[in-house]
Every structure is written in structure tokens, then in C-alpha cells.
């Protein structure tokens, strides 16, 4: 049976992790270190030609404090979101890592593993990144929650 989902490799996705943490620690985001060390990417991606699907597994204030799982509100006590996600997928660390799972992401798709062999032409595609969100830690259950995937940027 063919695999639904491709596996963004621990190296690529290491990259990812370290650029936000690197984004939360220079916006000043670490009084105790503890949203920058739980920062995680899921290693699954769900399959949608062109798309790669990108899980940030991090603690509930990481949501407070980012302006893409906030969609840029801040929050009724003042916390004003910063752009934690965005930048780190700017990072040229990640563009060059992104490169390489589009590349391992073609090959993917081209084998018989992905059960899409020969049904499209990969050159023709355009490249997008959607990231989601899943949430944990809190003591109120109604923050341990996911955020939908959310289009971040086109490759």
C-alpha cells in the first residue's frame, strides 16, 4: 500500500526548530526558556501536490506570542504577537533546507512509495509552505489545542 505521508527528514527539520527558537530568543522571548526549548516540527507532512505542510508542536504561549498563530491580535491582558514563524522561515538557513525537502519532497512524489508515480510533471508545479500549529502544557484544557494549516509563503 503506498505511503500517504512524506517524512521531512530530522536534519531539515532540526534547521526549522532552530531557526524559531534563535527568532523567539532574539525578540527577548525567554525569560525561563521554556516555550524556546519545547519548539518542535512534526516530521510528517501531509500529501497535496506543490504543498509541504509544516506541524510547530510548541507550549500554548507560543500562540500568544506570535503573529501567525494569533493572525496578528494581540491579547486582552497586552501581550502584543511578533513575527516568531515568519522570520524564522525567512532565515536563509531554512531557505536552503526548504530547497532541500522540496528536492527529497520530488523525489517523494516521482517514486512509487507516494502512489503518484508518472501522474503529474514535478517541473510544473509551484511550491507552497503551510504551517499549523499544536499546542500543549496549559492547566485550562481550551489552549491545549491545534491551529489549522494557514498558507505561510510560495517557494
Keep these: 500500500m503506498p505511503q500517504k505521508i512524506f517524512k521531512v527528514k530530522y536534519k531539515e527539520r532540526a534547521v526549522i526548530q532552530r531557526a524559531i527558537q534563535r527568532s523567539i530568543q532574539r525578540y527577548g522571548l525567554v525569560d525561563t526558556f521554556a516555550m524556546k526549548d519545547s519548539v518542535r516540527i512534526a516530521a510528517g507532512s501531509r500529501v497535496a501536490l506543490g504543498r509541504l505542510y509544516f506541524n510547530v508542536v510548541a507550549l500554548y504561549y507560543y500562540r500568544f506570542h506570535d503573529t501567525f498563530a494569533s493572525d496578528g491580535y494581540p491579547t486582552s491582558n497586552g501581550i502584543k504577537p511578533v513575527d516568531i514563524t515568519i522570520d524564522a522561515f525567512q532565515d536563509p538557513k531554512v ?61
Design 95 to 155: 531557505v536552503e533546507a526548504l530547497g532541500v525537502i522540496f528536492q527529497q519532497y520530488i523525489e517523494w512524489l516521482t517514486s512509487s512509495e507516494s502512489g503518484t508515480k508518472g501522474i503529474f510533471n514535478p517541473n510544473e508545479l509551484d511550491f507552497e509552505v503551510h504551517v499549523g500549529f499544536e499546542f500543549f502544557g496549559s492547566p485550562e484544557s481550551k489552549w491545549n489545542k491545534a491551529i489549522a494549516y494557514e498558507k505561510l509563503m510560495s517557494v
